[in-house]
């Protein structure tokens, strides 16, 4: 199972971007996906969630400017951002819990990172 992210990129303060992250592999199905960040010399943080049936969950610092969204069809989860800060900078990473065989239980996977900079 492989997470390909993407749509990261450079964007002035106020602007918009969509980030995309598909699942592919061999895959019987997708349950929760997340969205985190790394800012620069900092930590790991948790961003936003989106259950299999489209429940969702943001971080008080994202709440109102981002939102999360999933194909199902597709296996592929986005984060439309909008009203970019500065202190958005960083590399976004997506997850997924992805089930691959029945008789298993479902393992998280990671994308490999898409970087968002936001200059002021």
């Known amino acids: 199972v492989q997470l390909q992210a993407s749509g990261g990129g450079l964007v002035q303060a106020g602007g918009s971007l969509r980030l995309s992250c598909a699942a592919s592999?061999?895959?019987?199905?997708?349950?929760?996906m997340a969205w985190y960040r790394q800012p620069p010399g900092k930590q790991r943080e948790l961003v936003s969630t989106?259950?299999?049936?489209?429940?969702?969950n943001y971080a008080d610092s994202v709440k109102g400017r981002f939102t999360i969204s999933r194909d199902n069809a597709k296996n592929t989860v986005y984060l439309q951002m909008n009203s970019l800060k500065p202190e958005d900078t960083a590399v976004y990473y997506c997850?997924?819990?992805?089930?691959?065989?029945?008789?298993?239980?479902?393992?998280?996977?990671w994308g490999q990172g898409t970087l968002v900079t936001v200059s002021s």
């Open positions: 592999g061999s895959i019987l199905s997708v349950r929760d």
């Open positions: 989106i259950t299999g049936g489209g429940s969702t």
């Open positions: 997850n997924a819990e992805v089930r691959v065989t029945l008789w298993r239980s479902p393992q998280t996977y």
